[in-house]
């Protein structure tokens, strides 16, 4: 359970007024309250802190808005409310819609600090709504402090004991394969991107559900350091490579919300975990190597890595002929130049799957937008000496082609929806915190609750 929220029933009034509802509602209210807003310049200043006559404690707190729709309009008081338990006002419907929003604004990343920052709690009448959204906050705050985890402390054996105790807590089933064992298995790509480094590349797998239920597979894309590999990044495209393992950590935030709200599903989670660094046996520019599904792939860039360690997990997601697959990865700039940081984009090769998922996230306020796998760039990923080459010739529709690459991993047949996000706010909003991020695990979330609940 979220520390910032708790059952309870008694907590400081916190009243939200619509900025063009102020003058009407300052009209109905006592004149002390009226003279105490405008001695305190509430019109402008957005916020007043009325204190009780006769005790001088905190007796209500009153926030100015532009729109009472706004889903992120408590996002930022946690932090600046003064430490203390709060009652948000107003109907269970608007208490809900605001109150993920003030929770999640409240999250810091606290491990390797002394002492965290005071926050401002809440106490919620309902205690179905407190679980409820205790599960939200826990996933989404799972995943933010998975990626703002410093790579050393978050390798590959990181993310497999954390997926490990996934599995013991939610009675599940986790297995993975190690080294050498990649190879013995047949997941040759993974092994090539991994080998370089002393922290062992991994194939993670938890399993959890009825064996009966309708199958879902997550892949995220598990690249815990992305130095570039012999194609070396420059120090400021390195600085922040620590979020590369961002797409696994929103599958593995994904399965805790999945797994917590008991959906009547067969879940199954891959993750593909290693660190591209350089060494003695990196993998070189013009390498050839045999995926799992036996497509060649030549490589062109060693910093085009992530797409490399996703297809063979892809082709190992194929083996359960699922009802759903669907990957995360941190795999493209050209998303971000197409959308932004903050609006994830996905690929999807079933229309009726991705019309419904954005409808989820828009119901949700979790936004996501869908873009072309667009084929006749196809030959953009032309090789002269394997199958396909694992960049394209050139870096116009970049997240396009990197689809495009992946899909040649998926069998035309099984729906699949990929999610190329930056994992990471370059900015502070009301409710998301600069640093690691999770986007769109809501609207898929709520798409499969839509679906199979």
Same mark, same amino acid.
């Given at each position: 359970?979220?520390?910032?929220?708790?059952?309870?029933?008694?907590?400081?009034?916190?009243?939200?007024?619509?900025?063009?509802?102020?003058?009407?509602?300052?009209?109905?209210?006592?004149?002390?309250?009226?003279?105490?807003?405008?001695?305190?310049?509430? @019109?402008?200043?957005?916020?007043?802190?009325?204190? !009780? !006559?006769?005790?001088?404690?905190?007796?209500?707190?009153?926030?100015?808005?532009?729109?009472?729709?706004?889903?992120?309009?408590?996002?930022?008081?946690?932090? @600046?409310?003064?430490?203390?338990?709060?009652?948000?006002?107003?109907?269970?419907?608007?208490? %809900?819609?605001?109150?993920?929003?003030?929770?999640?604004?409240?999250?810091?990343?606290?491990?390797?600090?002394?002492?965290?920052?005071?926050?401002?709690?809440?106490?919620?009448?309902?205690?179905?709504?407190?679980?409820?959204?205790?599960?939200?906050?826990?996933?989404?705050?799972?995943?933010?402090?998975?990626?703002?985890?410093?790579?050393?402390?978050?390798?590959?054996?990181?993310?497999?004991?954390?997926?490990?105790?996934?599995?013991?807590?939610?009675?599940?089933?986790?297995?993975?394969?190690?080294?050498? %064992?990649?190879?013995?298995?047949?997941?040759?790509?993974?092994?090539?991107?991994?080998?370089?480094? %002393? !922290?062992?590349?991994?194939?993670?797998?938890?399993?959890?559900?009825?064996?009966?239920?309708?199958?879902?597979?997550?892949?995220?894309?598990?690249?815990?350091?992305?130095?570039?590999?012999?194609?070396?990044?420059?120090?400021?495209?390195?600085?922040?490579?620590?979020?590369?393992?961002?797409?696994?950590?929103?599958?593995?935030?994904?399965?805790?919300?999945?797994?917590?709200?008991?959906?009547?599903?067969?879940?199954?989670?891959?993750?593909?975990?290693? %660190?591209?660094?350089?060494?003695?046996?990196?993998?070189?520019?013009?390498?050839?190597?045999?995926?799992?599904?036996?497509?060649?792939?030549?490589?062109?860039?060693?910093?085009?890595?992530?797409?490399?360690?996703?297809?063979?997990?892809?082709?190992?997601?194929?083996?359960?002929?699922?009802?759903?697959?669907?990957?995360?990865?941190?795999?493209?700039?050209?998303?971000?130049?197409?959308?932004?940081?903050?609006?994830?984009?996905?690929?999807?090769?079933?229309?009726?799957?991705?019309?419904?998922?954005?409808?989820?996230?828009?119901?949700?306020?979790?936004?996501?937008?869908?873009?072309?796998?667009?084929?006749?760039?196809?030959?953009?990923?032309?090789?002269?000496?394997?199958?396909?080459? !694992?960049?394209?010739?050139?870096?116009?529709?970049?997240?396009?082609?990197?689809?495009?690459?992946?899909?040649?991993?998926?069998?035309?047949?099984?729906?699949?929806?990929?999610?190329?996000?930056?994992?990471?706010?370059?900015?502070?909003?009301?409710?998301?915190?600069?640093?690691?991020?999770?986007?769109?695990?809501?609207?898929?979330?709520?798409?499969?609750?839509?679906?199979?609940?």
């Amino acid at each position: 359970m979220s520390s910032l929220i708790r059952h309870s029933s008694t907590g400081i009034p916190l009243s939200f007024i619509a900025k063009a509802d102020l003058s009407t509602w300052l009209t109905e209210q006592p004149q002390a309250l009226q003279n105490w807003l405008t001695n305190c310049d509430f @019109k402008n200043k957005g916020m007043a802190l009325v204190a !009780n !006559n006769e005790t001088g404690s905190l007796e209500h707190v009153y926030c100015l808005v532009n729109d009472l729709q706004d889903f992120w309009l408590a996002g930022d008081l946690s932090t @600046k409310l003064p430490a203390g338990c709060y009652q948000i006002q107003g109907d269970e419907k608007f208490v %809900e819609q605001v109150t993920l929003g003030f929770v999640l604004g409240g999250y810091e990343f606290s491990e390797y600090k002394e002492k965290p920052s005071p926050r401002a709690t809440l106490a919620i009448k309902d205690e179905s709504l407190v679980k409820r959204l205790s599960q939200y906050a826990s996933a989404i705050n799972l995943v933010r402090d998975l990626v703002n985890t410093p790579a050393a402390d978050m390798m590959p054996q990181h993310l497999s004991q954390v997926m490990a105790d996934l599995a013991d807590t939610f009675d599940g089933e986790f297995s993975e394969w190690v080294g050498d %064992e990649l190879l013995e298995q047949n997941y040759p790509t993974i092994h090539m991107v991994g080998r370089a480094s %002393e !922290n062992k590349p991994r194939l993670l797998d938890l399993r959890w559900g009825a064996k009966d239920a309708p199958q879902i597979t997550l892949v995220g894309k598990g690249v815990c350091f992305d130095s570039g590999g012999l194609d070396l990044k420059p120090s400021s495209g390195m600085r922040n490579m620590k979020k590369d393992m961002g797409g696994a950590a929103h599958v593995i935030g994904l399965a805790q919300l999945i797994m917590a709200a008991n959906l009547p599903i067969r879940l199954r989670v891959l993750v593909p975990a290693v %660190e591209n660094a350089v060494s003695r046996n990196a993998f070189r520019p013009g390498d050839v190597i045999k995926t799992r599904k036996g497509i060649t792939v030549e490589i062109d860039n060693t910093d085009a890595e992530g797409r490399l360690v996703l297809c063979d997990a892809l082709a190992e997601a194929q083996n359960d002929n699922p009802d759903l697959i669907v990957d995360f990865a941190t795999l493209t700039g050209a998303c971000r130049v197409a959308l932004g940081t903050e609006l994830p984009g996905f690929f999807a090769n079933n229309r009726e799957v991705a019309n419904k998922l954005m409808d989820a996230g828009e119901s949700c306020h979790d936004p996501v937008w869908q873009l072309p796998l667009f084929d006749q760039y196809k030959v953009l990923l032309k090789s002269d000496v394997a199958d396909i080459a !694992n960049c394209a010739s050139t870096p116009f529709g970049g997240a396009i082609t990197a689809a495009l690459y992946l899909k040649e991993f998926i069998e035309p047949s099984t729906p699949w929806v990929h999610f190329d996000v930056m994992a990471w706010n370059l900015r502070a909003l009301p409710g998301r915190p600069a640093g690691g991020e999770a986007l769109g695990i809501r609207a898929v979330f709520n798409y499969l609750q839509d679906r199979f609940q």
